[in-house]
């Protein structure tokens, strides 16, 4: 149930700062 909360928290970090990946 976390998990694609998870996944979705995942893309809008990465969203708003590519740079931490």
């Not at 149930?1 to 990946?21: C, Q, S, W």
Request: glycine residues 4%; without cysteine.
């Amino acid at each position: 149930m976390a998990r694609e909360l998870k996944l979705d928290l995942y893309i809008f970090l990465a969203v708003h700062r590519p740079t931490g990946i």
